[in-house]
């Protein structure tokens, strides 16, 4: 099959609410996500490049540390987002709800970004997005060739939620496949899925005793010593894990 590449073209989503729609960014529930407002429409390419930054380097040294020592610091994020600017007499459209939103300064905001799919889909479980804490600076107006556009800078203003999986209304569980039996000293693989996405890497995995096995945050399972053990896969929204259930000899 040949390989096939998503447009960014009319599958790229923006959509905006003020920062009380969603209690957690890091949690955002679906119930949350289908207040906000998306401005797509009202967004122009060519002035957007607002997303992920590096995040910051830490290089304040100890006596102790190597001279090129350095660690990572907050996650970084924002930039601008231009929009096109509405008539006086529009009161109603997307370019007018769109300026609403963002007409005064220092408001705080969430912004959720969302790739892969037809920017006018709504928001539905197992998406994945992008889940910003932010608070709008200063206003540019620029007159362009064709049309009046303004440009909103996004400054982040609390935590982000990267590749957030969208839950169910009504949470779902983490399925977790694999191996049911392992020798002590050595290791097996488990998988994790939730909504329809791999989540082996980034699901909170627990043990239910170390003793005899220990499972690490990408999903390894260790034997430790004979006997069975539990081990479960959480994400954040989801309903308790259902165990798997391992023995060791």
Not at 18 to 46: C, G, H, I, Q, R
Not at 62 to 90: C, I, W
Not at 191 to 219: C, F, L, P, Q
């Amino acid at each position: 099959m040949p390989a096939k590449k998503i447009s960014s073209n009319k599958n790229t989503l923006l959509a905006l609410a003020p920062k009380a729609a969603v209690a957690d960014v890091l949690k955002p529930l679906l119930s949350e996500l289908l207040t906000t407002t998306n401005v797509s429409e009202a967004t122009k390419w060519d002035g957007y490049d607002f997303g992920i930054e590096s995040s910051e380097q830490d290089e304040d040294r100890a006596l102790t540390d190597s001279a090129t020592a350095a660690t990572r610091g907050y996650e970084n994020f924002g930039g601008g987002v231009a929009f096109y600017t509405p008539p006086p007499s529009d009161t109603s459209s997307i370019y007018r709800k769109a300026r609403n939103l963002v007409a005064v300064p220092h408001t705080e905001m969430v912004n959720v970004q969302r790739d892969g799919y037809p920017a006018s889909a709504p928001f539905a479980p197992g998406q994945v997005i992008n889940v910003f804490h932010t608070i709008t600076d200063a206003r540019s107006e620029q007159r362009g060739a064709k049309n009046r556009d303004y440009t909103v800078d996004c400054k982040p203003k609390g935590f982000v939620g990267i590749n957030r999986i969208v839950p169910s209304t009504v949470p779902t569980t983490v399925t977790v496949t694999g191996a049911a039996a392992v020798t002590a000293g050595q290791s097996i693989q488990l998988k994790a899925v939730y909504e329809g996405n791999d989540i082996t890497i980034g699901a909170v995995w627990v043990s239910s005793d170390e003793s005899i096995a220990v499972v690490t945050k990408h999903g390894i399972v260790i034997g430790v010593s004979a006997g069975d053990v539990d081990i479960t896969a959480t994400y954040p929204g989801s309903a308790a894990g259902v165990a798997k259930e391992i023995a060791v000899s």
